[in-house]
């Protein structure tokens, strides 16, 4: 069971970047197309596509014009920040971010019109992005503009997106959150940006369809995947997405710096293998995966090319070396029993 897939890549992606020395650095995703090439992937089924930038109307879906004109301006002068102070405005920005949004639309599109029913873009998942705010490395937020381009261009009504970033979708979650858009978020809790406890639910009509599974640190694959099966299999097939979005972010791999906890390869082969089942189970294998959080740069090029292999149907053996030789120490018996706690309530609180 596979989809014709696509991996959306063009050189413009590396604009979307904050400096030499920021933690963020677009590299890794050109790394990870590095390890697809030397694989020899690319044919007729598997594609490697190039997308266009977004226009300003596709970011006035999700953002005001206030902020567009506000990023527009400071990365003019490329001085100061875009927030707080984690998400500098460099010149080159704006456009950078303008391709890694088109990135995700091309995704949306490929999809929709039927060329393929897999798109990775590893340009996108930034998730942090509010309407009117830039927020942890996220200009714009592409998941929610490639959401509401479904909405318009598609009138799709059942879009389910599932959050696997080591942070809270806080952006996401915000920007949907009085809306029947199915929205979980798996996420270290305790951490930036500070959201996404268990009680988040939504709000109006919006009420039960914001879905927060909050971790503590050290949790391993056994205990995340045991998570996973128990909460997001029955959702969605509650639900039943038209087209299910899946923000990759990588950055709960065990060797990343801002995140504590403890996945390795094996998790994200597992996960990306959940959510190709359940894409062809549901919405015609309509998946787009989108890329997000990961500051360990050949790790994060290691996760995102073994995800992108399994949903093209790349048997495992031929990619075996790039799983992780060796692996963390597993979860304590406190961890374990956090996440159990965690799982048994979110299963109360949406009768799973
Ligand atoms: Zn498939
Ligand atoms: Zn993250």
């Not at 996945?263 to 359940?278: D, G, P, V």
């Amino acid at each position: 069971m596979s989809g014709k897939a696509a991996f959306i890549w063009h050189d413009n992606f590396l604009k979307y970047q904050f400096g030499p020395t920021h933690l963020f650095q677009p590299i890794r995703e050109r790394y990870t197309l590095d390890i697809l090439e030397d694989l020899k992937i690319f044919n007729k089924e598997v594609k490697l596509v190039e997308p266009k930038p977004a226009k300003e109307s596709d970011l006035l879906s999700v953002h005001t014009k206030e902020y567009v004109d506000f990023v527009k301006r400071m990365c003019k002068r490329g001085v100061g920040y875009l927030d707080m102070g984690d998400t500098p405005a460099v010149k080159g920005l704006y456009e950078g971010a303008l391709w890694v949004v088109g990135g995700s639309l091309c995704g949306a599109d490929l999809i929709m019109k039927g060329k393929v029913a897999h798109a990775f873009n590893p340009g996108g998942g930034l998730h942090h992005a509010k309407s009117s705010a830039a927020s942890g490395f996220c200009v714009f937020n592409d998941v929610a503009i490639a959401t509401r381009h479904l909405q318009k261009k598609y009138k799709l009504h059942r879009i389910a997106i599932v959050d696997i970033d080591g942070h809270h979708g806080d952006g996401t979650q915000e920007i949907f959150y009085e809306e029947p858009i199915l929205k979980i978020s798996f996420h270290h809790y305790g951490i930036f940006p500070g959201t996404g406890r268990v009680e988040e639910t939504g709000k109006g009509v919006g009420e039960g369809y914001s879905v927060n599974i909050p971790l503590p640190p050290g949790v391993d694959d056994k205990n995340y995947l045991d998570a996973f099966e128990q909460i997001v299999p029955p959702l969605l097939r509650r639900y039943k997405p038209e087209m299910i979005l899946n923000q990759f972010g990588v950055d709960a791999h065990y060797k990343d710096p801002l995140v504590g906890l403890s996945l390795t390869t094996t998790a994200y082969y597992n996960i990306t293998r959940t959510m190709h089942e359940l894409a062809h189970e549901l919405c015609y294998g309509r998946l787009l995966m989108l890329g997000g959080g990961g500051y360990e740069l050949k790790q994060v090029a290691r996760c995102w090319a073994i995800a992108f292999l399994t949903i093209c149907g790349v048997p495992r053996e031929c990619y075996a070396h790039l799983f992780d030789q060796e692996s963390p120490p597993s979860s304590s018996e406190y961890v374990r029993k956090e996440v159990r706690k965690v799982v048994r309530e979110v299963k109360r609180l949406y009768n799973l």
